[in-house]
């Protein structure tokens, strides 16, 4: 079955520093990936996207993933973190017969020192 | 167009009592999921139309729990005798089919089981 793990519950950056979050995924098939934020009382949204081509994936708000099959990971990174960017930030794979439905990881809280 | 509508926002009601969510998608979405998020998890998926018809539905969606979308547009999702374990934030999000990576999601419905 599809899963996600997010091995960090919560990170605790100082703004204007770099960022990583862990995300691995099991799947048997080529994987269908995905990066959200979810802000409070805000909707998820839709932060990069990964199905095929460069593994590396640019998104919105200067965030970029790195897809690596060998390591089944898809992790989410940013070079300069901001204020805002404080949020709890998910990792997805597409799953169903034809990606019909989304998979979430448990997620990751991020918080930013000023 | 101002995305995925969920009305309420927030539901307080007793246990044992019938409630009742409604969503409005993106209006030229044919697909329409609901998820269900509970404190510090990520969303987990319940059940997605396509149009009217109902393609799928998680386990999770016990027999209390029915969702419609009768004329393939809003879609409401009903809970009868409410248990304190349904208390979470519901979650819907619309997409064209085909491509799940553009799902957009609503704010969500918190519904509180006292």
């Known amino acids: 079955a599809q899963s996600v793990t997010q091995p960090d519950i919560h990170i605790t950056v100082s703004e204007g520093a770099s960022l990583e979050l862990r995300c691995n995924y099991s799947?048997?098939?080529?994987?269908?990936l995905f990066w959200y934020v979810q802000s409070p009382g805000q909707g998820l949204q839709l932060l990069l996207k990964?199905?095929?081509?460069?593994?590396l994936v640019q998104g919105i708000k200067g965030f970029e993933a790195e897809f690596k099959r060998s390591q089944s990971s898809f992790n989410l990174r940013k070079p300069s973190v901001h204020w805002s960017d404080a949020a709890e930030y998910f990792c997805?794979?597409?799953?169903?017969?034809?990606?019909?439905?989304?998979?979430f990881g448990p997620g990751t809280s991020l918080s930013v020192i000023p | 167009d101002t995305g995925v509508s969920q009305n309420p926002r927030h539901k307080i009601t007793k246990r044992g009592q019938n409630v009742t969510f409604r969503c409005d998608p993106i209006?030229?979405?044919?697909?329409l999921y609901w998820y269900r998020q509970t404190l510090g998890q990520g969303p987990e998926f319940l059940t997605y139309?396509?149009?009217?018809?109902?393609?799928?539905k998680s386990r999770l969606l016990s027999d209390r729990f029915s969702a419609e979308r009768p004329k393939g547009s809003f879609s409401t999702l009903e809970i009868q005798r409410t248990e304190q374990g349904d208390s979470a934030m519901y979650l819907c999000?619309?997409?064209?089919?085909?491509?799940?990576?553009?799902?957009?999601f609503g704010q969500g419905t918190r519904l509180t089981v006292v």
């Open positions: 999000a619309s997409s064209f089919a085909e491509t799940l990576a553009e799902a957009f």
């Open positions: 799947y048997g098939a080529t994987p269908y």
């Open positions: 990964y199905f095929s081509g460069d593994t």
């Open positions: 997805a794979v597409g799953a169903g017969a034809s990606y019909d439905k989304v998979i």
């Open positions: 209006s030229e979405h044919n697909r």
């Open positions: 139309f396509q149009n009217e018809a109902q393609l799928e």
